[in-house]
């Protein structure tokens, strides 16, 4: 059982917390309107089983949830708390040279140190330190200059040593914070919530639970990866702030290249903490953990299930029922089951790691890892913003640090600010989308993209012909001047030009000339077309059209 | 299990480590930890300059060891659990002593540092054990590929 840091002190909400449990009431009232605008504050028993009965649903739409979330916030606040482990993508485990790698065959990534067997001693990867201390900065952590490792022991089967080697009392970075955006469908607004504490550790092995049989099956070559715990302050206070919490500190993993932060892999896992208190009540309510989160999107629902059913308790007068307790969260039936009650809690009798010595930081190495820092997800997110694109826009290209990194380098050639994000967003996006590759797969360079914009912007090519190109260009690569030239895809804009083409589809149409004539002014669209035909899409669409209309009313 | 010579001796200060000083910690939340560690309050000893606060005996725990719990949580069967309380207890008495020490004019440390010529760290390069073949052999129960163990559900069973 992890050990969670809670304090005992009354916490000062901060502010804009107090401003967005309004707005988000707010919210709430407008979404509600459809139903009926006096709503009575107090809940009964049977609204609240209506409310319990929708989290089962497997999507919920946004309002509904928000209009869920609001009923609650009306009297009871839901205090959440979220303990992450993150697997280092380092090339060795933490305390011994074994290299890991997710899906080798089991147990062929193990030496006598991951093994704990007898006379085996452990030795520290740097690169460790380096994450944890990237990770830190990277959160606004404090860093402790000296930090130690400490013996945490319980006995279980894929643990070998009998103890995780961890760090207690003195971990190596506390005191953080993490910025985050919501996204617009659940009301957007920024949040910030605080991180109580980053320790490194390491990971224990696969325990495989056999069908009926009276024993199990271990796979120890994930024991003794190197995880960094991330706990955060219990600042989250609804399903959807803590899914968000989870997703931002993936980015920033992600981004720092520090893990893969995959949820389904299990290189990132999050045990979350959920109680509900009457509002303005100071003390805490009795907090209930839950395990078994495999997304995102089931960190929302569980904890939003499970506060619909601590609320449910507290209205029923059953408040005690709640105990401190570990739930699981069950995917297939939409809800939190007791796993077991526990009686008294796990004494891990820690005590200092004495064979690792300490972990010693000097004020030059944090300062260079701190400039190797890539700009973080906060950072850019707020840089797009003042480039003026909208919150989507900036949301979406914020999200991987690879799209926006392609961002960046197509408008550092100079391409319009907008039009990159919109050529990103759509067609190239569909287009990873549907060949299932990433934006580094894909054979457009950013200073071709940029040429792209340019090109359809001073008229050398339609934005049709942009279209074309582009799927080329994705495709295949290559530079678009030399398309242009190889398909001979210049736009044409000579008025000269378009007179005569429009002239001889006229001429080619006397039919649809005298059905235009009397009246079947559509029919432009028609002549359009053919004169596209007959100059392979290069007509340049405004003066065609003007041209037709002139030449189609003008003769008798 | 029997408990004799070598193994009583083993037993006992397995027992020992587990029992040291054990003190009930309250935080917000309710829930309680322990320190396995010579220290008072929510401070480990390291960090205490002002060890005159504590004299030995407030330190030592006012009640006898929970024999049976320390058994438990160390996974030793023990058939004569009486004689073990009172050994206990004189250790961690004997240990004691040290709060008598005026830690004020001492700098806090963690790990005797002059042991260690500057920290020792590994770098990040892969080296493929060669005798996994040997380690597999020594298991006592081996379901190829997996290491096969008897069914255990609950991490604090």
């Known amino acids: 059982m992890a050990f969670t840091l809670f304090r005992n002190v009354i916490q000062a909400q901060p502010l804009f917390l107090h401003s967005s449990a309004l707005l988000r009431r707010k919210n709430g009232v407008l979404?509600?309107?459809?139903?009926?605008t006096s709503q009575s504050q107090t809940q009964t028993a049977t609204e609240e089983k209506q409310q319990q009965k929708s989290p089962q649903?497997?999507?919920v739409s946004p309002q509904k949830q928000m209009k869920e979330v609001s009923k609650i916030a009306a009297d009871y606040e839901a205090v959440i708390g979220i303990e992450t482990h993150v697997q280092l993508s380092t090339l060795t485990k933490a305390f011994c040279s074994c290299p890991y790698s997710y899906g080798a065959q089991p147990n062929t990534c193990i030496c006598p140190v991951c093994m704990g067997l007898p006379g085996a001693l452990p030795v520290l990867n740097s690169r460790v330190i380096e994450c944890a201390?990237?990770?830190?900065?990277?959160?606004?952590?404090?860093?402790?200059?000296?930090?130690?490792?400490?013996?945490?022991?319980?006995?279980?089967?894929?643990?070998?040593?009998?103890?995780?080697?961890?760090?207690?009392?003195?971990?190596?970075?506390?005191?953080?914070?993490?910025?985050?955006?919501?996204?617009?469908?659940?009301?957007?607004?920024?949040?910030?919530?605080?991180?109580?504490?980053?320790?490194?550790?390491?990971?224990?092995?696969?325990?495989?639970?056999?069908?009926?049989?009276?024993?199990?099956?271990?796979?120890?070559n994930r024991a003794g990866v190197p995880l960094l715990e991330i706990v955060s302050e219990p600042d989250m206070r609804t399903g959807i702030e803590a899914s968000e919490y989870a997703a931002e500190l993936q980015r920033v993993v992600r981004y720092l290249g520090v893990g893969n932060g995959n949820m389904q892999e299990g290189s990132l896992r999050c045990d979350v903490n959920v109680s509900v208190r009457p509002i303005g009540q100071a003390e805490f309510g009795t907090k209930v953990e839950i395990k078994n989160l495999n997304s995102f999107s089931s960190i929302n629902r569980a904890i939003d299930f499970e506060i619909s059913r601590q609320v449910n308790l507290h209205n029923q007068g059953q408040q005690d029922s709640i105990v401190q307790e570990t739930r699981l969260w069950e995917e297939g039936a939409q809800?939190?089951?007791?796993?077991?009650?526990?009686?008294?809690?796990?004494?891990?009798?820690?005590?200092?790691?004495?064979?690792?010595?300490e972990v010693v930081l000097t004020k030059d190495y944090v300062d260079s890892v701190g400039k190797s820092l890539p700009e973080l997800p906060e950072a850019k997110r707020r840089r797009y913003e003042e480039m003026g694109l909208s919150m989507q826009d900036v949301?979406?290209?914020?999200?991987?640090?690879?799209?926006?990194?392609?961002?960046?380098?197509?408008?550092q050639k100079g391409a319009d600010v907008k039009l990159a994000a919109n050529w990103i967003m759509g067609d190239i996006a569909a287009y990873m989308k549907n060949e299932k590759l990433s934006i580094i797969d894909i054979k457009l360079v950013p200073h071709e993209l940029a040429e792209l914009i340019a090109s359809i912007k001073s008229g050398t090519i339609s934005g049709k012909i942009g279209k074309e190109i582009l799927f080329e260009l994705l495709a295949k690569g290559g530079t678009v001047k030399g398309l242009i030239e190889e398909k001979d895809l210049v736009q044409i804009t000579d008025l000269g030009d378009i007179e005569k083409m429009v002239d001889k589809v006229i001429a080619e149409n006397p039919k649809q000339l005298e059905q235009y004539r009397s009246g079947k002014t559509k029919l432009q669209g028609y002549f359009a077309g053919q004169v596209m035909k007959a100059s392979k899409g290069k007509a340049n669409p405004g003066v065609l059209n003007k041209v037709l209309v002139e030449k189609l009313n003008a003769k008798v | 299990m029997a408990t004799r010579g070598l193994l009583l001796g083993r037993s006992?200060?397995?027992?020992?480590?587990?029992?040291?000083?054990?003190?009930?910690?309250?935080?917000?939340?309710?829930?309680?930890?322990?320190?396995?560690?010579?220290?008072?309050?929510?401070?480990?000893?390291?960090?205490?300059?002002?060890?005159?606060?504590?004299?030995?005996?407030?330190?030592?725990?006012?009640?006898?060891?929970?024999?049976r719990r320390l058994a438990k949580t160390a996974r030793i069967s023990l058939t004569e659990q009486e004689e073990f309380g009172p050994k206990i207890q004189q250790v961690i008495d004997w240990f004691g002593q040290l709060q008598g020490v005026d830690l004020n004019q001492v700098e806090p440390g963690m790990i005797d540092r002059k042991a260690e010529e500057g920290v020792n760290l590994r770098d990040d390069v892969p080296v493929t054990f060669p005798k996994t073949d040997a380690i597999i052999e020594g298991l006592?129960?081996?379901?190829?590929?997996?290491?096969r163990v008897p069914k255990v559900f609950h991490k604090d069973d």
Request: with cysteine.
């Open chain 1, 57 to 59: 649903k497997v999507k």
């Open chain 1, 335 to 357: 809800k939190t089951v007791t796993m077991r009650k526990k009686e008294g809690l796990a004494d891990y009798r820690y005590f200092p790691e004495p064979d690792l010595p």
């Open chain 2, 140 to 147: 006592p129960s081996y379901d190829e590929p997996y290491v």
């Open chain 1, 31 to 36: 979404y509600c309107t459809m139903k009926s």
């Open chain 1, 133 to 220: 201390v990237k990770l830190a900065l990277a959160l606004n952590c404090k860093l402790s200059f000296s930090s130690k490792f400490d013996r945490k022991q319980y006995f279980y089967p894929d643990l070998p040593k009998g103890y995780q080697i961890s760090q207690f009392d003195i971990p190596i970075a506390t005191g953080g914070s993490i910025d985050l955006d919501l996204p617009l469908e659940f009301g957007g607004g920024h949040r910030r919530f605080g991180i109580t504490r980053i320790h490194m550790e390491e990971d224990a092995g696969k325990l495989m639970h056999s069908g009926n049989g009276s024993y199990s099956l271990v796979d120890l």
């Open chain 2, 12 to 67: 006992f200060s397995l027992l020992l480590i587990n029992s040291s000083k054990m003190v009930k910690l309250s935080n917000g939340y309710g829930r309680r930890a322990s320190y396995s560690f010579l220290g008072g309050s929510s401070n480990p000893l390291w960090r205490q300059n002002s060890a005159a606060k504590f004299s030995a005996k407030a330190l030592v725990n006012e009640e006898a060891p929970d024999v």
């Open chain 1, 395 to 411: 949301l979406f290209l914020a999200n991987d640090i690879t799209v926006a990194d392609f961002f960046d380098a197509t408008i």
